[in-house]
């Protein structure tokens, strides 16, 4: 059973920036693309961002397009979400997630394995 563990969140001023970390264990997740999502209060989780399984090809909601970039380390079984120009309207909790599917998905139904998530707050 893989075991994914998001850390790096915490409490930001707007404008600045966060990394975040995934952590699988119990099997090797290079055979899987990832996932980044957020799930503010009150609202449905969503998609943030997304890679292929060997790192090369990556998508991003609009949201965030041009201030995260996702990143992964096969070899450390590691996949990264660097966040800069944090805006208040990015506070959720950030989890990371396997796809099920080939190509990157941006439907949640098509990822499993969900981490316990990790609390990013951006202040204005």
């Known amino acids: 059973q893989v075991q994914l563990v998001e850390s790096g969140g915490g409490l930001v001023q707007a404008g600045g920036s966060l990394r975040l970390s995934c952590a699988a264990s119990g099997r090797s997740i290079s055979t899987n693309a990832m996932g980044w999502f957020r799930q503010a209060p009150e609202k449905e989780r969503e998609f943030v961002a997304g890679?292929?399984?060997?790192?090369?090809?990556?998508n991003y909601a609009d949201s965030v397009k041009g201030r995260f970039t996702i990143s992964r380390d096969n070899a450390k079984n590691m996949v990264y979400l660097q966040m800069n120009s944090l805006k208040p309207e990015d506070t959720a909790v950030y989890y990371c997630?396997?796809?099920?599917?080939?190509?990157?998905?941006?439907?949640?139904?098509?990822?499993?394995?969900w981490g316990q998530g990790a609390q990013v707050t951006v202040s204005s």
């Open positions: 890679i292929s399984r060997s790192g090369s090809d990556t």
């Open positions: 997630a396997i796809a099920l599917t080939s190509g990157i998905p941006k439907n949640i139904n098509f990822y499993n394995y």
